[in-house]
């Protein structure tokens, strides 16, 4: 893949990582290395995805997003379609596209890698509109994301949404929902729906250990523990990467998932969004993302590489 000659940094200076990023220092390097640099520092997240809208619309190689996964969708949003790639940088609370990804921890050297890696394409999430890279949580996760304080999210981290969701536990309850995919419906009651467009949940959790980014489909587990019991043994074997053999996880496998009961919550990247009837889908390979050279992340197999610009 021919180098980058232009780019854009997409610099969320609310995350939690925007501290140790000097925008100044880095627009200097990408430019001592040839790359012509813009710098958007977007306050809203409409802001977000409309810079990297932008960025497409100038034809820039690469969008380097500092921030978390938050960040990091609403830019893939402004993004899907076009030939410009996001290249994220490690911002966030819990940087889980960063680490499954494999790129480097420091601001530097993931410049450095994105600059000599590559470019692959890979499926975009919609949750009704609402783009998501990762994965879509209707439930208990939501519930439990929707009440962390952002000052507890900024010091603690992922460790903000385990103190919390401890402390939420005694009040949570399982929901009788009734979901549809093409062809086929049901109806459980369930604790948790959690749609995986990649592997890796929260930066430590597999809830679908196989899926990937590449197939045009999200892998679906609905867990329907009855007790507290169940629910111990389940949170036991998802931390195992085992909850795929329990007959309490629902397992599917599909394009257009709906949950038509209305009042749960959802949230797509660890942002609540809004609430069900939610439908959510898949543009099959509709957004590049830089990588680093070498061997691929496992929910990247079968990615297509970026194709030549048009004339």
């Known amino acids: 893949m021919p180098a980058a000659t232009s780019a854009s940094i997409l610099f969320n200076r609310f995350a939690r990582g925007a501290g140790r990023f000097d925008a100044d220092a880095a627009i200097r390097y990408l430019e001592g290395r040839g790359v012509r640099t813009h710098l958007e520092v977007p306050e809203t997240p409409e802001a977000t995805t409309a810079a990297a809208r932008a960025a497409a619309e100038r034809g820039d190689d690469l969008v380097f997003v500092v921030g978390g996964d938050g960040t990091l969708r609403l830019a893939a949003g402004g993004l899907a379609g076009s030939e410009s790639a996001l290249a994220a940088l490690p911002g966030g609370t819990a940087n889980v596209w960063v680490k499954e990804a494999g790129i480097p921890g420091g601001f530097r050297t993931a410049i450095d890698a994105h600059l000599s890696g590559r470019r692959l394409a890979m499926d975009l999430g919609r949750a009704n509109e609402e783009p998501f890279l990762l994965m879509a949580g209707i439930g208990w996760d939501a519930e439990i994301a929707s009440r962390v304080p952002p000052q507890l999210k900024r010091r603690l981290g992922t460790l903000a949404y385990v103190v919390h969701g401890l402390r939420m536990l005694p009040t949570l309850r399982t929901t009788a929902v009734e979901w549809s995919v093409v062809g086929s419906s049901g109806r459980a009651d369930a604790a948790l729906i959690v749609a995986s467009n990649t592997r890796v949940y929260g930066g430590v959790l597999m809830f679908a250990p196989d899926a990937r980014a590449t197939d045009g489909e999200l892998d679906i587990r609905l867990f329907t523990p009855r007790g507290w019991g169940e629910t ?44 069900t009837p939610t439908t959510l889908t898949v543009q099959k390979q509709a957004l590049y993302m830089s990588v680093p050279s070498g061997s691929v992340a496992p929910t990247l197999r079968d990615a297509e590489p970026i194709r030549p610009r048009s004339e």
């Open 232 to 275: 111990a043994r389940l949170a036991v074997e998802v931390l195992a990467h085992r909850a795929d053999g329990d007959a309490r996880v629902h397992q599917l496998r599909a394009s257009c998932f709906a949950v038509d009961t209305p009042g749960l919550l959802v949230q797509v990247d660890g942002d609540v969004i809004g609430e």
